[in-house]
């Protein structure tokens, strides 16, 4: 289960670490309603900010040097502002030097800095704590040098290069987007090409999103996510020479896709049809959540997850069972896996008074065919980085 986050006790802990006192910084995890694998793609996308948050509380120091401690993590890290650390550690450290550096290179300037970091966002659990750690932790430290009023849209591309430079994946702008400007009862429809977005309530009335991590962890999901930014590459570069002005997926037609086809290797087809399939989906569900049109959104959710599954092949059996199980039950609008796929998490819209009969089918199935306990939590939408008050 997940663990609350107490400030207080966390500004205390920092005090006795650092003997001074510290300001408070958090950024929330995500989940992705609809728009899945679409934002490196140049595509549209509908997160919205969940209620588990990364917490870091800060203080300048008077050298140049930035400590971090992780209370999920043993060994502290520490880096020189002015001297450039090895990329890839394969720890935490690569998070907060890629976010430093990225924010430097942007031309903000960075002070030295005692970070102590805590998370409620599950690890490796497809809700993105790695981009609530690059937004809690890049909001500090430009807050500490006084850039505290920094585009956020800015602080987002800095976590998005922290992935690509010093972690090692080339993730879209999604996660870190949403981690930076989630807005208290929207979702967020991002155009992941011009980086604009429009907020979408979440009048949801009787309704409720249910998140189902189904605590399953795939080694494929690094390598395999790459793999398919490569297939969708090829595809562009295929159709590009026959499609003047093409530059992405997103330029792409349905129509224009299935003309073509017969130039696109097989595999490449299918990937490019989720991806021009999936933009279409999450322009029409957002509008239908725009209406209250649960029912329409519901079905969207649901030809994602097909799409996902059988075109893109991201999916797995335990998120498929999960999907399967939710929507045997009455009151179900729609169910989806969400995030990059290979495990993680589903995404369901159902019900309020169904929610205990989802529950305990979507367990009930995955503890029988799988062994596997999931959690199931509701999540409202929540606000982004922000600086805590106290
Ligand atoms: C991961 C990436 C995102 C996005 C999703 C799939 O979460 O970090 O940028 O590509 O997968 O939609």
Same mark, same amino acid.
């Not at 490196?40 to 870091?56: E, H, Q, S, W």
């Not at 849209?153 to 800095?158: D, E, K, N």
């Not at 429009?198 to 249910?210: E, F, I, N, T, Y």
């Given at each position: 289960?997940?663990?609350?986050?107490?400030?207080e006790?966390?500004? $205390?802990?920092?005090?006795?670490?650092?003997?001074?006192?510290?300001?408070?910084?958090s950024?929330?995890?995500?989940?992705?309603?609809?728009?899945?694998?679409?934002?490196?793609?140049?595509?549209?996308?509908?997160?919205?900010?969940?209620?588990?948050?990364?917490? =870091?509380?800060?203080?300048?120091?008077?050298d140049?040097?930035?400590?971090?401690?992780?209370? !999920?993590?043993?060994?502290?890290?520490?880096?020189?502002?002015?001297?450039?650390?090895?990329?890839?550690?394969?720890?935490?450290? %690569?998070?907060?030097?890629?976010?430093?550096?990225?924010?430097? $290179?942007?031309?903000?300037?960075?002070?030295? @800095?005692?970070?102590?970091?805590? !998370?409620?966002?599950?690890?490796? $659990?497809?809700?993105?704590?790695?981009? @609530?750690?690059?937004?809690?932790?890049?909001?500090?430290?430009?807050?500490?040098?006084?850039?505290?009023?920094?585009?956020?849209?800015?602080?987002?591309?800095?976590?998005?290069?922290?992935?690509?430079?010093?972690?090692?994946?080339?993730?879209?702008?999604?996660?870190?987007?949403?981690a930076?400007?989630?807005?208290?009862g929207?979702? #967020?429809?991002?155009?992941?090409?011009?980086?604009?977005q429009?907020?979408?309530?979440?009048?949801?009335?009787?309704?409720? =999103?249910?998140?189902?991590?189904?605590?399953v962890?795939?080694?494929?999901?690094?390598?395999?996510?790459?793999?398919?930014? $490569?297939?969708?590459?090829?595809?562009? +570069?295929? #159709?590009?020479?026959?499609?003047?002005?093409?530059?992405?997926?997103?330029?792409? !037609?349905?129509?224009?896709?299935?003309?073509?086809?017969?130039?696109?290797?097989?595999?490449?087809?299918?990937? @490019?049809?989720?991806?021009?399939?999936?933009?279409?989906?999450?322009? %029409?569900?957002?509008?239908?959540?725009?209406?209250?049109?649960f *029912?329409?959104?519901g079905?969207?959710?649901?030809?994602?997850?097909?799409?996902?599954?059988?075109?893109?092949?991201?999916?797995?059996?335990?998120?498929?069972?999960?999907?399967?199980?939710?929507?045997?039950?009455?009151?179900?609008?729609?169910?989806?896996m969400?995030?990059?796929?290979?495990?993680?998490?589903?995404?369901?819209?159902?019900?309020? *008074?169904?929610?205990?009969?989802?529950? +305990?089918?979507?367990?009930?199935?995955?503890?029988?065919?799988?062994?596997?306990?999931?959690?199931?939590?509701?999540?409202?939408?929540?606000?982004?980085?922000?600086?805590?008050?106290?």
């Amino acid at each position: 289960m997940s663990r609350r986050i107490s400030i207080e006790a966390l500004r $205390a802990d920092f005090t006795q670490r650092f003997g001074v006192t510290a300001r408070v910084f958090s950024a929330p995890g995500r989940v992705n309603l609809i728009g899945e694998h679409t934002d490196y793609n140049d595509g549209f996308v509908l997160p919205m900010a969940i209620g588990r948050r990364t917490f =870091v509380a800060a203080s300048p120091r008077s050298d140049r040097r930035v400590v971090a401690h992780s209370l !999920t993590v043993s060994a502290p890290f520490e880096l020189e502002l002015d001297v450039e650390g090895p990329r890839r550690r394969g720890h935490f450290g %690569d998070f907060v030097e890629g976010t430093a550096r990225a924010l430097l $290179a942007r031309g903000i300037p960075l002070v030295g @800095a005692n970070l102590l970091i805590d !998370t409620e966002v599950p690890l490796g $659990a497809g809700l993105s704590a790695s981009a @609530a750690l690059e937004m809690a932790v890049g909001l500090a430290l430009a807050s500490l040098a006084g850039h505290q009023d920094m585009s956020r849209v800015t602080l987002s591309l800095a976590g998005q290069a922290a992935e690509h430079e010093y972690v090692g994946t080339l993730c879209g702008i999604m996660d870190q987007y949403i981690a930076a400007l989630g807005e208290k009862g929207h979702a #967020l429809l991002i155009d992941c090409r011009s980086l604009e977005q429009r907020a979408v309530p979440m009048h949801l009335d009787g309704a409720s =999103v249910l998140v189902c991590d189904t605590h399953v962890k795939h080694d494929l999901a690094s390598s395999e996510y790459n793999l398919r930014r $490569a297939d969708c590459e090829r595809a562009v +570069s295929i #159709l590009a020479k026959s499609l003047p002005g093409v530059t992405a997926l997103r330029d792409v !037609t349905m129509a224009d896709l299935e003309r073509h086809a017969h130039a696109l290797p097989e595999v490449v087809h299918r990937r @490019a049809r989720h991806v021009v399939s999936e933009n279409a989906r999450t322009l %029409d569900a957002a509008q239908a959540l725009e209406r209250g049109d649960f *029912e329409r959104f519901g079905r969207a959710m649901c030809e994602s997850h097909v799409s996902l599954r059988d075109d893109y092949e991201v999916s797995a059996p335990e998120l498929d069972a999960a999907v399967d199980a939710a929507l045997t039950v009455p009151g179900v609008f729609g169910a989806r896996m969400t995030g990059g796929g290979f495990g993680g998490c589903t995404v369901m819209l159902v019900r309020d *008074e169904a929610i205990p009969a989802v529950s +305990s089918a979507v367990s009930e199935k995955l503890r029988s065919e799988f062994g596997r306990d999931p959690e199931i939590f509701s999540s409202r939408a929540h606000g982004g980085a922000r600086e805590e008050s106290f």
